[in-house]
């Protein structure tokens, strides 16, 4: 493998965190980046003082730099919990699927007892509804909370509803603790609420 030398790594890594899909949401990629290309600065002009001091910050820098790269697999749907969950977790994959067949999805999993799933399919097929019905703008690495906040301004009274199954939804895809079957038959239900629901005229006009 080619050696590819700092300056070169950080041209690299700037060029992939200016792409498009991150481009309205890059706070916490821009913290670390930020962080991540000071202590380098340090160490490669000899900040760090004594060898001891560079070795602290070239471990920092490390650290650093392998939390940027789970974000960066976690905002491209690359790193999931485990093999388990059958489902992809980003928000855009599948898009010919219509919303209504997400849901049915969903609805099968549930009865099947795969509730990661059901959350998962849940969540992609509630913001697939909006998306058809132009209530929400959908992009590529959006996030469930995104999702949850942007879906919210459409139905106010549905936003504490909406950031419970966004949490689900992280616990479904992410976290070593499994969705309960509590928490798969509600989004089930949230999801084919919304798709009954129109919001009401002064929302749609605020919008």
Sequence with gaps: MKDVDPDEARRLLLDELSEGQYAHRQNILERLWGMLRDLLDALLQGDGGSPAAGTVVAVV??????????????????????????????????????AEELRRRAGAAVLAGRHDDAVVLAMRALVRDLSERTLLEVTDGMTAHEAAADAGRAFPELRGRLARTADDFDTAAYSRRTASARQAEAAVRLAEYLAQTTPEASVLEAL
């Design 61 to 98: 820098v490390v650290l650093l730099a392998l939390a940027l790269a789970v974000v960066l697999l976690r905002r491209r749907g690359m790193l999931r919990r485990r093999a388990a969950l059958r489902e992809e977790i980003e928000l855009t994959a599948d898009a010919a699927v219509p």
